[in-house]
C-alpha cells in the first residue's frame, strides 16, 4: 500500500514559481503510476500531471504544458519522490494540489483511475 503526503504549496505572487513534492510510502514506488490533480473551491477536481511507472510517459493538461514539469525520483536510495515544478504560475492555478497513486505501471487522467490520495497542499496565485 501507498500514502502519498504532499508537501511544498504556498502563497506565491504571478509569475513565480513553487516546487511541489509527494512522498510515498512502500518498496514498489516504480511500478505505481503517479498524478497530480486539482481542486479550486467550487469546481470538480481536475487532472494537472501524471506520469508512468515504467517507461516514465508523461501527459499534462493542455493549460498548464510548458509551464509546470512532472517528475519522479525511482532510485533505490530515494524517497520515492515525484515533483511538480510550477513556473509561470497564475491566479488561475490557485487550487489544493493533490497527489495520487495507482498501482499500475499505466498512467490515466480521471481522478477515478486512482486508489490512493494524498491529503493536499494549498497553492495560492495572487494576481
Known amino acids: 500500500q501507498v500514502q502519498p503526503v504532499e508537501s511544498g504549496g504556498g502563497l506565491v505572487q504571478a509569475g513565480g514559481s513553487l516546487r511541489l513534492s509527494c512522498t510515498t510510502s512502500?518498496?514498489?514506488?516504480?511500478?505505481?503510476?503517479m498524478a497530480w490533480f486539482r481542486q479550486a473551491p467550487g469546481k470538480e477536481r481536475e487532472f494537472v500531471a501524471a506520469i508512468s511507472g515504467s517507461d516514465g510517459r508523461i501527459y499534462y493538461l493542455p493549460s498548464v504544458k510548458g509551464r509546470f514539469t512532472i517528475s519522479r525520483d525511482n532510485r533505490d536510495n530515494a524517497k520515492n519522490t515525484m515533483y511538480l515544478q510550477m513556473n509561470n504560475l497564475k491566479p488561475e492555478d490557485t487550487a489544493i494540489y493533490f497527489c495520487?497513486?495507482?498501482?499500475?505501471?499505466?498512467?490515466?487522467?480521471?481522478?477515478?483511475?486512482?486508489?490512493?490520495w494524498g491529503q493536499g497542499t494549498q497553492v495560492t496565485v495572487s494576481s
Open positions: 512502500g518498496r514498489t514506488f516504480s511500478s505505481y503510476a
Open positions: 495520487a497513486a495507482r498501482p499500475s505501471t499505466l498512467a490515466f487522467l480521471t481522478p477515478q483511475q486512482y486508489d490512493y
